[in-house]
């Protein structure tokens, strides 16, 4: 997504979820590292996180949501921050996220270990141990446990 894809989104969700225009700047900011976006209350500008599009469309414009949530609510002098009623009302209303999604992806996976040769193997999915062996020695599979992991 270029920077001019986004200052367009940002300006539509607006219109379409707020019914007011977005008469300012939306920019990436790599330097935000575990939020999702921020509301200037200087400039009005709105940046984003660039690593919350590997969440999908759905969950960036999301983020769109909360920060316009700031950006309309200050802008017409109304409670603007996360505690106020009018912010808890107005991101309800649009649906936007209440929390910025992590950027390290957690994946969660399935173990087995080989009885013949105890290569212990991760898959997304369960499978079928009576059709799928050891990838090393064609050994028999068999299920150890579940885990989410971090990556
Ligand atoms: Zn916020
Ligand atoms: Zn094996």
């Known amino acids: 997504?270029?920077?001019?894809?986004?200052?367009?989104?940002?300006?539509?969700?607006?219109?379409?979820?707020?019914?007011?225009?977005?008469?300012?700047?939306a920019v990436f900011n790599a330097r935000l590292?575990?939020?999702?976006?921020?509301?200037?209350?200087?400039?009005?500008?709105?940046?984003?996180?660039p690593a919350m599009l590997q969440h999908g469309q759905e969950v960036?414009?999301?983020?769109?949501?909360?920060?316009?949530?700031?950006?309309?609510?200050?802008?017409?002098?109304?409670?603007?921050?996360?505690?106020d009623a009018d912010f808890k009302a107005l991101l309800a209303k649009t649906g936007?996220?209440?929390?910025?999604p992590s950027v390290t992806k957690k994946v969660?996976?399935?173990r087995?270990?080989?009885?013949?040769?105890?290569?212990?193997?991760?898959?997304r999915r369960k499978i079928n141990t009576n059709r799928y062996g050891c990838g090393n020695c064609r050994g028999k599979l068999l299920w150890i446990d579940t885990r989410t992991l971090v990556r």
Not at 61 to 83: A, D, F, R, T
């Open 33 to 49: 590292k575990t939020t999702g976006g921020r509301y200037h209350l200087n400039d009005h500008h709105l940046d984003f996180n």
């Open 1 to 25: 997504m270029t920077q001019e894809e986004l200052q367009a989104l940002v300006e539509q969700v607006s219109l379409d979820s707020f019914g007011k225009a977005f008469r300012h700047r």
């Open 112 to 123: 087995y270990q080989c009885q013949n040769c105890n290569t212990v193997v991760e898959r």
């Open 96 to 100: 936007g996220s209440r929390f910025a």
């Open 108 to 110: 969660t996976v399935q």
């Open 60 to 83: 960036f414009v999301g983020i769109i949501k909360h920060e316009l949530c700031h950006y309309h609510l200050h802008l017409e002098g109304k409670g603007y921050q996360h505690k």
